[in-house]
């Protein structure tokens, strides 16, 4: 065989590997879901049929491409599940947890085959448990009734034939005869072409890549004609231009939504994992606990939900440990034994709510305060006179920690600092409501993308800067504004608020003074969750959609900056980072 054929060959069943890879990963997502649902819905025969399905499939297409130990370990979930289904077994938790395992075991064997890694994992305890658990009288069905037509269609009659047929055999499978009549017959009409396609996440970046500098292209060219119009008269060669420039952008407004669209995943493939979390840490705890999960097909740009997954993870490990209480303690306080966590996402505007919430105890506000005067991030009147929205704030700060008992969950005073901190790296805002007995709220606001959005161009001190549109509250004129100075710090009186201002150009230049206040003619009220803070401006320059441009590794470390974009004119400008900029005016302050 020629060498460019063993090339093509060896090319062919790599692709088929990736293939079986997505296709594994998605099915054991799927069986970490179902198998939690399964223990609170254990006579539900369409779920189990489905579950046993998707390890069907796992088991056929890891037997077609030679990895053994997932075929032999799926092979033996098959059979459980298989008993399961024609009432052989019955749902008991030692069960649950030995699938669950396998599950668990699955993943590590997938992620061998993923790294090339050759090294076998020892299955011989789980596989002999599996096999025990197949023969334990004490969950053996009192009565086994003759499974029904329906049933076998969905099943293989011998291991013979499911150890033998494709992966997809179950569904090209011939139906059993049925003394059904003709019009009860239930009739499946299959799709004549593929609906979806995979594709590689590099090409869709290329192509955001290319989306982006398009969008450039297109403000140019509608600045370019602006100025044309402006100073020539018009006639029917500017009036086709002006219908040309319309049309273009038009089209790449669509285009763009079209490729921002393909980008975007449901946030249901973030929120699959957690029905298992809660489940575990309920039973490591001693704890009842349900979640709740709505909202699941909202859509997020991959971006963000390739960042998000870890911070919900904290949040929903902190909501079952610190949150929910013990049956006993809910039951004392005339609460149902079982505590209730939910997680909802849905859409509001441009950005996406993500909401965590639980019926536990609530946090004592009193313990946060001090806390806060302990660890010394305010003295004891501060403390007294801020609402309780402000006190939650400290559970956000490094190392704070109310917790009495440090458990392998946490109390350890780590991870609320670094979700913050990672929302806010998704141009993010998380805000945490809470009272005791009733429970905790933790809603996060995240940007549908993080590569385009809608500027507010100002300019300070001869230079042009990009605001974040979603962030602007409001703007007011200078002269017509109650500014005053508190501790020689300038600060805007608006509507009962007390919000402290910055000049813009001269903040991030590093100088902190060079600025007259009565020269400067506008305030812009920028807000990050329920902090405001008043910019100073020279003038307003319009709106524009920009394309963020990262600053480079090492310009992008700079504070106040999220990077830079290249306006109509062609002239490169920089994009403000909010939270940056609360951050110095905060050590200014």
């Known amino acids: 065989m020629a060498n460019d054929d063993i090339g093509v060959e060896l090319d062919e069943m790599k692709e088929i590997i990736e293939d079986f890879l997505v296709e594994a990963d998605e099915l ?3 069986l970490d879901t179902n198998l939690v649902t399964l223990e609170t819905a254990p006579d539900d025969l369409d779920l189990l049929n489905e579950i046993f399905r998707a390890a069907h499939t796992v088991k056929g297409t890891s037997s077609f491409l030679g990895f053994e130990q997932v075929t032999d370990l ?66 053996v069905a009192e009565a086994v009734s003759e499974p029904s037509q329906a049933d076998r269609a969905d099943e293989p009659t011998t291991e013979a034939e499911t150890d033998s047929a494709p992966p997809a055999a179950e569904e090209t499978a011939a139906p059993p005869v049925s003394s059904a009549p003709p019009t009860e017959k239930k009739v499946v009409h299959k799709k004549s072409t593929e609906q979806t396609i995979r ?71 973030v929120f699959g994992k957690f029905p298992r979390l809660v489940r575990d840490l309920a039973r490591d705890s001693k704890k009842q606990i349900q979640l709740e999960i709505s909202g699941e097909s909202t859509e997020l ?24 209480e013990s049956p006993a303690e809910r039951e004392a306080k005339g609460k149902p034994a079982k505590g209730v966590v939910k997680l909802s996402a849905g859409q509001e505007g441009s950005n996406i709510i993500i909401a965590i919430q639980d019926d536990g105890k609530g946090l004592d506000v009193d313990a946060i305060r001090a806390k806060a005067v302990e660890r010394g991030l305010a003295t004891e009147a501060d403390v007294e006179r801020l609402p309780d929205r402000e006190v939650f704030r400290f559970i956000f700060e490094a190392g704070f920690s109310t917790a009495k008992k440090v458990t392998d969950v946490s109390g350890r005073g780590v991870g609320m600092d670094v979700v913050r901190t ?6 993010g805002l998380i805000e945490l409501e809470s009272t005791v007995d009733i429970g905790t709220t933790i809603t996060i606001k995240l940007p549908l993308t993080l590569a385009i959005l809608q500027g507010l161009l100002v300019e300070s001190d001869e230079d042009v800067f990009i605001l974040p549109l979603s962030s602007v509250h409001e703007t007011v ?23 402290p201002i910055i000049n813009l150009g001269e903040l991030l230049k590093g100088n902190e ?33 920009v394309v963020i441009k990262s600053l480079g590794q090492y310009l992008g470390a700079t504070e106040g900056i999220a990077g830079a974009t290249i306006l109509g004119d062609g002239r490169i400008r920089l994009i403000v980072d909010l939270l940056g900029l609360f951050s110095i005016a905060r050590r200014l302050s």
């Open 199 to 269: 594709v590689d996440v590099g090409r869709l970046d290329s192509l955001m890549l290319l989306m982006g500098e398009l969008v450039l292209a297109r403000n140019s060219l509608v600045q370019t004609v602006s100025r044309i119009n402006k100073h020539e008269e018009t006639g029917d060669s500017a009036e086709a231009l002006n219908g040309t420039v319309a049309s273009v952008n038009y089209i790449t407004s669509e285009l763009q939504l079209a490729v921002m669209k393909m980008r975007m995943q449901p946030v249901g493939k």
């Open 513 to 545: 003074q060079g600025f007259v206040l009565t020269e400067k003619p506008y305030v812009v009220v920028v807000g990050l969750a329920d902090r405001k803070l008043g910019i100073i401006i020279d003038r307003f320059l319009g709106q524009e959609e």
């Open 422 to 427: 990672n929302i806010e790296k998704l141009n």
């Open 477 to 499: 004129k200078t002269e017509q504004s109650d500014v005053s100075y508190l501790n020689q710090r300038p600060v805007l009186r608006l509507r009962d608020e007390i919000i």
């Open 301 to 324: 740009d991959k971006s963000v939900i390739e960042e998000i997954g870890d911070p919900l993870v904290h949040l929903i490990r902190n909501s079952c440990d610190h949150g929910v």
């Open 28 to 30: 054991i997502a799927s």
């Open 74 to 139: 799926t092979h033996k979930m098959e059979d459980i599940l298989n008993k399961l289904r024609k009432s052989e077994l019955k749902v008991t938790p030692r069960i649950m947890d030995l699938l669950l395992e396998s599950v668990d075991i699955l993943k590590v064997l997938l992620d061998n085959v993923r790294e090339q890694n050759g090294e076998e994992v020892n299955l011989d305890d789980i596989v002999a448990r599996l096999i025990a658990c197949q023969d334990d009288n004490a969950a």
